[in-house]
């Protein structure tokens, strides 16, 4: 029986944003980490925190060239001094952004791309399992296409759809090409846990829209079924009834583990006219998880959480784990915790729309590779409570 997957992760964001002299510029978080640079540092960090498990992944958009052409000299090397450190990679695969070359998530043609870039990745790694094809979908396509601030930048109803369409695609179309090279792959997809609080009876019935709404990428994903007002919305938004039904019958949800991602933003209070405003915690990740089990009923990884406080990550790592283990004990098959990221990030208090070159205190680590508090004491955590096991209730085993 393999033991509780404790993890932590390098950011890999890169999407695409405007400049507020119009021009476009791609914003890398390993460069501004300074990754490219430190990565044989930032992996020996990784073991001298007792930390087995790795979200990581080669920069999708400078890794995939053209159809059929890549560039594998940074994953050969990355991936190669993984396996020697005996760190398991969770291995991530596209995290908000896609090749200049295939434009944005609005490109039709990019999901089979994508799946074939996937399957590349496992026919020259295959002693890789673990994958995230496609990271936090919902948030992917709700900031390009929704707010506007990535990628194409588009704000509405319609691009929305599209993009979740051809972002849930492509993470469906994923998990088959990877598993036709390796049948005992396993997909943990990281996903934003999130809640729509209705400040006054008058704003209930909107919240409620907005607390199906959130589970959108996932029910493609996994083939569940939306509810008819989603379903609704989806048709009425772009999508045909021939799309809709190919996710339900395609989905890979035997190989899945449902990643959930948790943090004080995740939770909102809904005015009667619709307007979202920050709730902080209020239900909290044990809470809010329990809903997203109920749905899918499958096993459930804590795939992502950080406070930006130095001083109170310590207490916020704990009060994540005390909610990781009270769910275990209450029947939820919690397989795995992650306090993301390593190392402080950069720019991220804009949801990196600006490059402002601002550091971020989020990681356990900070950028000159200093431990932080909350490293300590994740730390200590791991080393307290490394050796308890997953839940057995479910059939999907890690070591199997």
Known sequence: MAQFMFATGI???????????????????????GHYQRWREDFDLVRSLGIEFLRYGPPYYATHLAPGRYDWEFADQTFGALRQLAITPIVDLCHFGVPDWIGDFQNPDWPPLFAEYAQAVAIRYPWLRFFTPVNEIHIAATFSAQFGWWNERLRGDKPFVRALHNLSKANVLAMHSILDVNPKAIF??????????????????????????????????????????MYEYLMDNGMARNDYHWFCDNHRKEHCVMGTDYYDTNEHLVSGDGAIRPAGEI???????????????????HT???????????QWIRKEWANVHRLREDGVPMIGFTYYSLTDQVDWDTALREDNGRVNPLGLYDLDRQIRPAGETYREIIREWRHILPTQSHSLYLNC
């Not at 002299?21 to 460069?31: P, T, V």
């Not at 996903?191 to 959108?216: C, D, G, M, W």
């Not at 239900?283 to 990884?301: A, E, K, N």
């Open 188 to 229: 943990i997809q990281s996903e934003t846990s999130e809640y729509h609080h209705p400040v006054n009876p008058s704003s209930a019935a909107i919240a409620a829209i907005y607390n199906q709404k959130r589970f959108l990428s996932l029910d493609l994903s996994y083939g569940n079924p939306v509810t008819f007002e």
């Open 304 to 314: 992502e959480t950080n406070l930006p406080d130095a001083d109170r990550a310590p």
């Open 11 to 33: 950011e890999n964001s890169y999407p695409t944003i405007s400049l507020p002299n119009g021009a476009a510029k791609r914003i890398d978080e390993m460069e501004k980490c």
């Open 283 to 301: 239900f909290g990740y044990y809470v809010i998880t329990h809903q997203y089990f109920s749905r899918y009923r499958l096993p459930v990884m």
